[in-house]
């Protein structure tokens, strides 16, 4: 069978052959205790994190009135990223072995810290995993400012297509707005009707949250400098937390609503790993090892590289294809993806009968 990727076909294995290999490829990966929580790791980085935190708000408090604040918006705005990280993995049950002590670390992290729901997240995030770039499963490929199907892009009237049909080239730009876009769709689903697990001690957590941090910023900073500092925080924290996602699977295969791929070729071909060092994967927060990611999740973040070496030489045995490329491919291929979809976006200053006459 095979299936469509941006542009390509690709030729996968026979489901039952994948479906009985992918159970022996899990039971070689427990046997090596890849799925073996590493306590340890966990601690250090909880530590070190708040010790920036900690820092970085010393920092604010020794530097007073001045513009240089800016600089300690920017850090807050790569700490809160990397806090993020750890949220994630939380969600992922990679942390803790008991389940409760996950969630209720995620969800300080997540709302306390962050200032995005851990409910929202989970629910999102989860439906992420089930059917990964699965059109009209996949929340992630739903269209927003950007469209990541063409018959989204399609459908862009008036600005919003000058905008999809540029996509790609404002990708990074667009991106100083995806801060604001996360919180505001975060407390959204807080206040929606329906049952929402944890809503009120997350909206407690988020009013403590934005109050002591609105407070200090508008206290001690005078109100232009307070907005400015907002900014640029919001402003780092967005770029990094979309340029930190989007490699992952923007630009890899996007598989039908009715298709039935099985897990394992679903996980792999929709994903795509970056490679790199100790740097890439801490800047990454594991999230470079995306196929790893997606077919262990809670596989703790030391882990993943290990598992790379193993499931590389099952793609290669199962005739998989396994996507890894460096850091400046990764985005090279985001961009050209978001620009080839963006072209079906019609140009909202095309003439008509200008058209006509170009046609004939």
Not at 76 to 101: D, M
Request: proline letters at 4%; charged letters at 20%; a positive charge.
């Amino acid at each position: 069978m095979s299936t469509t990727t941006s542009g390509r076909a690709v030729r996968v294995s026979k489901p039952n052959d994948i479906v009985a290999s992918y159970s022996v490829l899990l039971k070689q990966v427990r046997k090596e205790g890849l799925l073996t929580r590493r306590r340890g790791f966990y601690i250090s980085l909880f530590v070190l994190l708040g010790l920036s935190l900690g820092a970085a708000w010393t920092g604010f408090a020794l530097l007073g009135d001045t513009w240089f604040q800016l600089l300690i918006a920017g850090v807050l705005g790569i700490i809160f990223t990397q806090i993020a990280f750890l949220a994630h993995e939380a969600s992922h049950r990679a942390i803790f072995k008991s389940r409760g002590a996950n969630d209720w670390s995620g969800r300080v992290l997540a709302a306390g810290v962050v200032g995005i729901s851990y409910a929202w997240w989970m629910n999102k995030h989860t439906r992420h995993h089930n059917d990964p770039n699965v059109v009209g499963k996949d929340p992630d490929i739903e269209v927003d400012t950007i469209s990541f199907l063409e018959e989204d892009a399609a459908k862009a009237k008036g600005i919003q297509a000058w905008i999809t049909r540029r996509q790609g080239y404002l990708f990074f730009p667009l991106l100083t707005f995806e801060g604001i876009n996360l919180h505001t769709r975060s407390m959204q689903t807080l206040f929606q009707r329906g049952p929402v697990q944890g809503r009120w001690v997350e909206l407690a957590l988020l009013g403590l949250r934005f109050g002591a941090y609105f407070g200090v910023l508008f206290w001690f900073l005078p109100v232009g400098m307070a907005f400015a500092f907002i900014g640029v925080q919001m402003a780092v924290f967005g770029i990094y937390m979309g340029a930190s996602f989007a490699p992952n699977h923007k630009g890899m295969p996007v598989i039908p609503r009715d298709s039935k791929l099985d897990f394992f070729q679903k996980q792999v071909l929709t994903a795509r790993n970056i490679r790199g060092g100790s740097f890439v994967n801490n800047f990454f927060g594991g999230l470079n090892f995306q196929v790893e990611h997606h077919l262990f999740p809670d596989m703790p973040r030391p882990q993943l590289r290990k598992a790379s070496a193993i499931v590389k030489e099952h793609c290669a045995r199962m005739k998989v294809p396994y996507t890894e490329v460096g850091v400046a491919a990764s985005y090279g291929s985001v961009i050209k993806y978001l620009n080839r979809v963006g072209l079906s976006a019609r140009d909202p200053f095309d003439c008509p009968m200008v058209n006509r006459y170009r046609r004939q």
